[in-house]
């Protein structure tokens, strides 16, 4: 399909983008069902985007990375995140943003990317389809370096309740959850959501306080799935080469927390998958594997 460039000066700073969906949410007079929901043929870029060194360096502290001059695949998406937030935040982005569910991510990265080199992005939103909670959608994110893609990462979101026609059955019951074994232990306080946000600057309210979580949805304040990524790929995630990674939110963590986590190891394959120990109930798994 072919998609309209929407050229912008400079990456955009993710407040402002979720003040102005706020605005268009309580201007939309979408109520969840009927009409159609059609994807704007867009797709944002911005040029020249460089890391920055001190924010790479909070990073690596608040999830236990190792310090080095590449760049952790996590750091990437939360340095390109807001490109693709301003697909979704723009007024004809057919569902809500605030209080959209974060389902999963497919990510290739593809060789090493050093803190000194530049990057290209664009992004754009596909294959929207219902889920039998609402409507899901990919949101695609691909970097560049000198024209060369090193980067390209697919994150899922679902916004919830809402549907275009009919709501579709559930297909089939989530299979049972058996822990592995447990190979560590995140105590993961309150305040989380805004250590990380203060970092990447991902400031959506479910993540901040009980109050705007609960304004939103949920029971109370949830942890960042890509802090919990980043976590995860701190001990799993090959230091040097490109890989493939993924992985798959099943049940959100509320702050504050434990999580149980455990990696598994089969051939060049590294899984790994954190749970609730005192529920019996996974909050993620994923797997990282050598391109």
């Known amino acids: 399909m072919s998609r309209r460039e929407v050229r912008m000066d400079s990456v955009p700073a993710l407040p402002r983008l979720y003040a102005e969906a706020l605005a268009h949410q309580v201007r939309s007079k979408l109520t969840g069902s009927g009409g159609e929901q059609v994807l704007p043929?867009?797709?944002?870029?911005?040029?020249?985007?460089?890391?920055?060194?001190?924010?790479?360096?909070?990073?690596?502290?608040?999830?236990?990375?190792?310090?080095?001059?590449?760049?952790?695949?996590?750091?990437?998406?939360?340095?390109?995140?807001?490109?693709?937030?301003?697909?979704?935040?723009?007024?004809?982005?057919?569902?809500?943003?605030?209080?959209?569910?974060?389902?999963s991510n497919q990510v290739e990265h593809l060789r090493p990317i050093g803190v000194d080199e530049t990057l290209d992005v664009r992004a754009w939103a596909e294959k929207l389809r219902d889920h039998h909670a609402g409507t899901a959608v990919d949101v695609v994110c691909e970097a560049s370096i000198a024209g060369d893609v090193v980067w390209v990462g697919t994150s899922t979101y679902l916004a919830k309740g809402v549907w275009s026609g009919p709501k579709p059955e559930r297909r089939g019951d989530r299979e049972p959850f058996t822990a592995p074994r447990q190979t560590g232990a995140w105590r993961l306080g309150a305040g989380t959501g805004r250590e990380y946000a203060a970092v990447l600057g991902d400031y959506n309210p479910i993540h901040l306080g009980a109050l705007p979580a609960r304004a939103l949805g949920m029971k109370r304040q949830i942890a960042h799935g890509m802090f919990l990524a980043g976590k995860a790929l701190a001990q799993t995630a090959p230091r040097a080469g490109g890989y493939h990674w993924d992985i798959v939110f099943e049940a959100p963590v509320l702050l504050p927390s434990t999580v149980a986590f455990g990696v598994t190891t089969t051939d060049a394959l590294l899984s790994f998958e954190g749970w609730n120990a005192a529920k019996g109930r996974r909050h993620f798994r994923g797997a990282v594997r050598p391109l």
């Open 41 to 103: 043929a867009v797709e944002h870029v911005v040029s020249g985007v460089r890391p920055e060194v001190p924010r790479l360096e909070a990073y690596q502290a608040l999830v236990g990375d190792t310090v080095r001059s590449t760049l952790p695949s996590v750091f990437v998406h939360g340095t390109v995140f807001p490109v693709a937030m301003s697909v979704l935040a723009a007024r004809d982005f057919p569902l809500p943003l605030l209080g959209m569910v974060h389902l």
